[in-house]
């Protein structure tokens, strides 16, 4: 969400977990093939 401007630091979510570097890079990936079809995606 940082990414994305809806949260300016980490300590404004509070998170049950922390993603591992492999799920970051997967979520990144998937935003990347929406991006193509979706303007709202590109990060």
Do not use: F, N
């Not at 969400?1 to 890079?25: E, T, Y």
């Not at 979520?27 to 991006?35: C, E, H, T």
Request: net charge positive.
């Amino acid at each position: 969400m940082m990414k994305r401007g809806i949260l300016s630091h980490d300590a404004q979510r509070k998170s049950g977990s922390v993603l591992s570097a492999a799920a970051k890079a997967e979520v990144d990936y998937l935003l990347a093939r929406i991006a193509k079809h979706d303007p709202r995606a590109k990060t």
